[in-house]
Structures are given as structure tokens and as C-alpha cells.
């Protein structure tokens, strides 16, 4: 249950007494000594989440929803202003005494190292049992993206997983390191805070921002149906057109999207960490390019059950088929980080990694208990690639996944009825331990005996 405890709808210290602010505004908000409201949520006004009525107020409210409704979970919104001081605050204000706590006063809204509020959160008997996701980050510009205050409980959503992808796969410099790291569940952010990939929700899209369509097909926002004069939502999307902006396009254009959205499909379920899909990127849902539709009761936020089911270009069928496969996977979705025992990084060559910051190429395999050993590769450049494979001793390789086959021959699943003629067309290369990779594509492979 997505939960947004960091704002009212009552704006600023000018708008109108609609909830909290009639009942005791001082304790309920953030306030500058003459009134004024902090804004740290960009909403007008900052919930004063670590006040001991206003914590008690939040615990309340989790623990009814899960214990009356049999909520499973939270997600919190805006979560780092659920770490922020209260106003006037002082620790007498948590422990009831003073002895000890001279000099104690903080700014109004300065980070604390451990909230009261999360801590009764976390250490609530009932409240401990169910997932608790914070969304690492708010308006204030405080990000705690792998150090918000979690107890051992708590999961973050990963925004450096959504920009480091979203930039390699549309062929940045620079960033080959990170997405291996993306990859691998983030270690270098959540590993050393004792932390699992289970810590790190990862995802490309959600429903603030771009869909996985406009992330493909606008270079821009297109807001101005939002009727705020296109200033309202993020500029800084790191999403690319492919070369033509908007949805009617060329014939090279369109067949370009069809494989981006493949690939960032793919990094996403082929990562350490838990996966979060928006719904509508199975189909392709396209808001128009609007990256901040929370106002929209229409058709841009609609499920289109009708696109789903006519699935033109199949990717409704490659998203169902790619869930699946990674269920099947013991190998993705680990407890632990992955250990050079299981994981091996390749190159055009294996075995040859290539971290440089040009790079625009990665390569690995994986041991799995189903598949036997996967290799996946991705080609974020705009050259296409032959791939030597690494040789396996009485087995070899078979092609599972290419984004940049057309549908269904993109998941070479059971359900398509010439597959043995379809893997057939790759027994060439792959007889000489190659396999040939489009511009911007990706690919899996496994092992068969041979």
C-alpha cells in the first residue's frame, strides 16, 4: 500500500484549512518561527513526522491497516522526511529528560541518524512482520539512496539502479562499472551497511515519471495537458526518442523501441534485487509523453485491457515469458550477493571484460541449478558485435532471448511451433563459439548438452 505521510493538501501557510492545520498546525507541520511552512515535500507544506503525537498518529494508522485490513505491506512516499527533525525538536521530546542533553537542538528538518519515527516503526511488534519500502529520497534534496535508516528491515527504491540503466542502454560513456554493479543488486551500496539485494527494489520506470514507451519515444515531457504550462514534473529523464520525437514514426525508429524496451525489460529481470514493474510497461502503455499524470482520471492512466490483448508487436508476450523465466531462475533473485564461484564477467572475448569509459558492452555468465549456466549480454552501442563464447567442456550454447529478433522469435519459448527450425538458423555461429549482436540489443543464452 503506497502510503504518503509527508504532506496535506492544505498548500502553504496561505491555503486553506482543510485537515491537520485545523487541529493543531503547529504540531502537525514544519514551521519557520514567524509561520511560514518548510517545504521539503514540494506539496507546500512538510508533515512533522518526528513530533511525538505526530509519530504516534503514523504508527497508528500502519498497524490499523494491517491488523484490521490485512495490509502485507507499506511503501512510503517522499520516505527521508520521515527522518527529519521535527520542529523545535530535542531529544526530551523522545526520552523525557534533559540530563545529558545540552546543545541538543537541530534545525528544523536536519536528518537524524536514527528517527524516532522509524525506530517505532521498525520495532513495533506488528508492524516488523510486514515489508517496509521507503522511497529513499524528497523535495528538499536530501537523498539517502543505501543509507536510510532501516533496522535490517527496511528496502529502498533504488534510483540509482533507474538512472544507471536508463543511461547505459541508450549507449551513455561512462557508466559499464555501475550497471554491472546494477546488476549484481548494488552491492557497493547496500553491502557494507550489512544489507542483502533484497535491500535494493529495483525498477526503470514507476508511476511518477515516464512509462517504459515514453522512456523509448520523447526526449521531452509533454505536460501541458496537466494544465500548469508544461513546468510541472522532472526535466531530467535520461530517456531518448531513438531519433524522432513523439509515436508516429519511422518504420527504423519504431523497430529501435521495440528492442529498448527489451532490453531495459531484460536488465531489469536479470538483476540481483527485487524487481518492480510498472503496471502497463507489459504492454507498452504510452502516457503521450506526460511524466506527471497523478491528475489525469482518464485514458492516459486507464489500463488498456484492449492493447494487452490485440499485442501487436508482442511484447506483451516477451514481458509474460521473461517474468516466468526468472521465476524459474534460482540463480536471480539470490539471498546474498553473487561470489566470483557463481559469476564470471566477459567481453566481446571471455573472460576479457572491458571497464573502460567507452565501453558500451557487458558481458556474464551464471551458474543455475534449471538452465545449467546462462550467458547474457547486452550491446548498448550502435554498432553491432561478434561475440566470442566461453567454451564449455561437452555442452554448448543455445539461444534463449534476442531483443532484437521480431516476435515471437525474441523468446524462443515452447509455445512457438517451428522453434527446433528457429534455433536451428543460429547453429552456424554458434558451432564456431560465436554469436552475432545487433546494435543496441541484448541477449541470453544456455547451455544444452551437446
Known amino acids: 500500500m503506497d502510503v504518503v505521510f509527508n504532506h496535506t493538501g492544505e498548500g502553504n501557510e496561505m491555503g486553506p484549512t482543510l485537515s491537520f492545520r485545523g487541529v493543531d498546525n503547529a504540531v502537525f507541520y514544519m514551521l519557520a518561527p514567524k509561520g511560514e511552512f518548510y517545504n521539503y515535500s514540494g506539496c507546500g507544506n512538510t508533515f512533522n513526522c518526528n513530533h511525538p503525537i505526530v509519530r504516534r498518529f503514523i504508527v497508528e494508522c500502519l498497524r490499523y491497516w494491517v491488523i484490521e485490513m490485512h495490509i502485507d505491506g507499506f511503501r512510503f512516499d517522499l520516505a527521508t522526511i520521515l527522518t527529519r527533525s521535527s520542529s523545535l525538536w530535542d531529544k526530551a521530546n523522545v526520552f523525557g529528560h ?7 537542538l537541530l534545525t528544523t528538518g536536519s536528518p537524524l541518524a536514527e528517527p524516532p519515527l522509524i525506530d517505532m516503526i521498525s520495532n513495533d511488534p506488528v508492524l516488523c512482520d510486514v515489508k ?9 534534496g536530501l537523498s539517502q539512496v543505501g543509507k536510510f535508516p532501516h533496522w535490517g528491515l527496511w528496502s529502498e527504491w533504488n534510483g540509482k539502479f533507474r538512472d544507471t540503466v536508463r543511461q547505459f542502454i541508450k549507449g551513455t560513456d561512462g557508466v559499464v562499472g555501475d550497471f554491472a554493479n546494477c546488476l549484481c543488486g548494488s552491492p557497493q551500496i547496500y553491502q557494507d551497511g550489512g544489507r542483502k539485494p533484497w535491500h535494493s527494489v529495483n525498477f526503470t520506470t514507476a508511476h511518477d515519471g515516464f512509462s517504459l514507451a515514453d522512456l523509448v519515444s520523447y526526449n521531452k515531457k509533454h505536460n501541458t495537458a496537466n494544465g500548469e504550462g508544461n513546468r510541472d514534473g522532472e526535466d531530467h529523464n535520461n530517456s531518448w526518442n531513438c531519433g524522432e520525437e513523439g509515436e508516429l514514426v519511422s518504420l527504423h525508429v519504431h523497430d529501435l523501441r521495440q528492442r529498448q524496451m527489451r532490453n531495459l525489460l531484460l536488465a531489469l529481470f536479470v538483476s540481483q534485487g527485487i524487481p518492480m514493474m510498472t503496471m502497463g510497461d507489459e504492454y507498452a502503455h504510452t502516457k503521450g509523453g506526460n511524466n506527471n499524470t497523478y491528475c489525469h482520471d482518464n485514458y492516459i492512466n486507464y489500463f488498456r485491457w484492449d492493447k494487452k490483448e490485440t499485442d501487436i508487436n508482442g511484447f506483451y508476450r516477451f514481458s ?8 524459474e531462475c534460482d540463480s536471480l533473485g539470490m539471498e546474498d550477493f553473487l561470489t566470483s564461484d557463481r559469476l564470471s564477467w566477459h567481453g566481446e572475448c571471455p573472460n576479457m571484460p572491458d571497464w573502460s569509459e567507452t565501453s558500451r558492452f557487458v558481458a556474464f555468465t551464471l551458474i543455475d541449478s534449471r538452465y545449467k549456466e546462462l550467458y547474457v549480454a547486452f550491446n548498448a552501442s550502435h554498432l553491432a558485435k561478434i ?3 566461453p567454451l564449455r567442456q561437452g555442452h554448448k550454447w543455445q539461444p534463449l532471448i534476442d531483443t532484437s529478433k521480431c516476435s515471437p522469435y525474441d523468446f524462443l519459448a515452447m509455445d512457438i511451433l517451428d522453434k527446433d527450425v528457429a534455433v536451428a538458423q543460429y547453429a552456424h555461429f554458434l558451432k564456431s563459439n560465436i554469436y552475432p549482436m545487433s546494435d543496441y540489443s541484448s541477449i541470453v543464452l544456455h547451455l544444452v548438452p551437446q
Open 387 to 389: 561475440v566470442s563464447l
Open 132 to 140: 517496509l519500502i521507503a522511497e529513499p529520497w524528497d523535495c528538499g
Open 320 to 327: 509474460r515469458l521473461l517474468l516466468n523465466f526468472r521465476r
Open 98 to 104: 534533559t540530563e545529558g542533553l545540552e546543545g541538543d
